[in-house]
């Protein structure tokens, strides 16, 4: 098992592992995300999946997650991998050889309870997930790479919410640099309320929409 800190609030989609599945091709890993109870994992379990790996090559592994758990931010969580087989035919989740991971470590349990392993170590591990907040960014590209006094030049604005959760509001104030007027734009198309110089959008869902200047 591994422990890690939630720096978000975010819904976990998907981990990635480094294993081996050392003996039988046809054996599956269990692994499970579990909430903490004492700095060791507890019996809650928030997610599980199965694993199969039909060879034995030694590589990173992505574990989807089918029904996607809620993290809080601030709070630990395991990662949890476990099987049936015998330790001559097991899988083999790889570690770092050392204590590299401040916010978390190893355990392991071999059947009566968990226990730290001698040498601090972490295992291999990467958290993908999705924020359950709003998560709004906005970029601007140009249309073209260059152009000459008197012609007109267009940029286009994308707005971005990568969150899990629809944003109420959204404002964009557009300052035009020296040398430039402002022409027109097609914000209203992708259903600003307010158009030039401060943008106004309403109920931005999940995605992206842009407009041009």
Do not use: C
């Amino acid at each position: 098992a591994q422990s890690f800190l939630a720096t978000a609030t975010y819904r976990l989609l998907n981990l990635t592992l480094r294993l081996r599945n050392a003996g039988d091709t046809g054996d599956p890993v269990n692994v499970a995300i579990r909430t903490d109870a004492g700095n060791a994992p507890s019996d809650t379990i928030l997610a599980a999946t199965q694993l199969g790996i039909g060879n034995n090559v030694l590589a990173n592994y992505v574990v989807g997650l089918p029904s996607p758990p809620s993290l809080t931010v601030g709070q630990r969580y395991w990662i949890v991998a476990s099987g049936s087989s015998s330790v001559l035919n097991a899988y083999e989740w790889h570690h770092s050889g050392a204590n590299v991971y401040a916010d978390g470590k190893a355990m392991t349990n071999f059947g009566s309870s968990w226990e730290d392993p001698l040498t601090p170590t972490d295992m291999y591990f990467v958290t993908y997930g999705r924020e359950i907040d709003a998560n709004l960014t906005a970029t601007i590209r140009a249309g073209r790479p260059d152009a000459n006094p008197g012609d007109a030049a267009t940029v286009r604005v994308y707005l971005n919410n990568t969150g899990d959760t629809a944003a109420s509001a959204a404002w964009l104030n557009d300052t035009q640099l020296p040398g430039f007027t402002f022409l027109s734009d097609t914000s209203a198309t992708a259903g600003a309320i307010t158009g030039w110089p401060s943008f106004t959008f309403a109920d931005v869902g999940n995605g992206a929409r842009s407009f041009d200047l």
